[in-house]
């Protein structure tokens, strides 16, 4: 984790407040202790399943299976669907590119939809027009701390036989018309990256209902050892397992979700209201007519027609001592994606506009009151374009 990102640092004699610093004073230190008096540090310790089950339970989901982080998360869901080269999967192209490596790693096609310009999240109405005889699944992303519409997207499944990821990475806690991200189609994925409302450090786990594709995650996460013949594989498997030390951390995070939800909310309100005024920037929505916002990040976006960059706008935050983020760079832009020959003269202009106008300012858990109070005014500071 790098040290900027996570720790404040004394930057040109003034404390940086870096994006995001977690906060660990639950059980944190308490599990990890059991995990060293006893000795259980592998994948094979007792707090694996117990991070499986609090968070299978907490989503309302039957199954699940932790794994080394988000990434791999995806990879394993993506493996066990059995999706196959030349399949077409449609999906945001704002997002992390995560969600385009374990596609275009098995010659999966990525089909991309632009996004809504004021929930940043998929455009649901353009997912039916990306739809062709390839196509096999949706996957969605959740973004930023709303939901993407759920009951439209799983209406689109159904109409045309399509299976659903649901990447639900900054969604912990989340509720779409009052159920929880993480349990929507197929098989679904967090992240426990420690910008997370819930976090081992690195970590990830799959979700799904279904028994058969379960079995599969955890063969598939643990190199596929054949069952009762122990180094023999029939199929290629990977190493994805989530060590006991890491899902300690996650259990002690999970008895505290609701704290953290609160408090994130409190800081999403807290910045709503000091930003009330300030034209220059679009703010995210408090909640839509589907879900209230969890502030996963604090966002703030500029006008296209603003004479500055995000970066620059960052660039002036950082001298003030301010730790912000880019948007995701949206996947049709992406060289490495680009090299692959792929998204040609594709254009996703609300993608592209989010990110040039668009970063997030600090907003992880231990961010203090004082903080807030000095970000909101050195951003209201920057003034009209
Ligand atoms: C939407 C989304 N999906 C997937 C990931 C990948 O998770 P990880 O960083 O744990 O690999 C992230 C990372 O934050 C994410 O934001």
Known sequence: MDKLFCRTQKVREMEFIPVNEPLLNGNEKKYLNECIDTGWISSEGPFVKRLEE????????????AVCNGTAALDLAVEALGLQPG??????????????????????????????????????????????PKTR????????????????????????????IEDAAEAHGLAYRGKKCGSFGDISIMSFYPNKHVTTGEGGMVLTDDA????????????????????????????????????????????????????????????QQAFRENTRFQKPL????????????????????????????????????????????????????QKLGLFAGEHYPVA???????FYIPSGLALTDEQMEYIAKKVNELGEK
């Open 54 to 65: 609090g968070m299978a339970a907490y989503v309302g989901r039957k199954y699940a299976s």
């Open 137 to 164: 699944a949706i996957m969605v992303v959740h973004i930023y701390g709303l939901p993407v519409d759920m009951d439209a997207v799983m209406q689109i499944a159904e109409n045309h036989g399509l299976m659903v």
């Open 212 to 271: 058969g594709l379960a079995e599969r995650c955890d063969s598939f996460k643990n190199l596929c050892h054949k069952q009762g013949y122990r180094f023999v594989h029939e199929e290629l498997g990977f190493n994805y397992r989530m060590s006991n030390i890491q899902a300690a951390v996650g259990v002690a995070q999970l008895e505290k979700i609701e704290e953290h939800l609160a408090r994130k909310r409190e800081i999403g309100h807290f910045y």
């Open 352 to 358: 592209e506009w989010l990110y040039d106008k668009g």
């Open 286 to 337: 408090e909640a839509t007519e589907y879900a209230n916002n969890i502030y996963w990040v604090f966002g703030l976006v500029m006008r296209p027609e603003d004479k500055k960059s995000a970066r620059e706008i960052m660039a002036e935050l950082a001298d003030q001592g301010i730790g912000c983020r880019p948007f995701f760079y949206p996947m049709h832009l992406q060289p490495a994606l």
């Open 87 to 132: 399949d077409e999967v449609v999906m945001p192209a704002f997002t992390i590119i995560s969600c385009v490596l374990c596609l275009v790693r098995r010659g999966i096609k990525p089909v991309l939809v632009d996004a809504d310009a004021n929930t940043w999240n998929m455009d649901v109405n353009q997912i039916e027009s990306k739809i062709t």
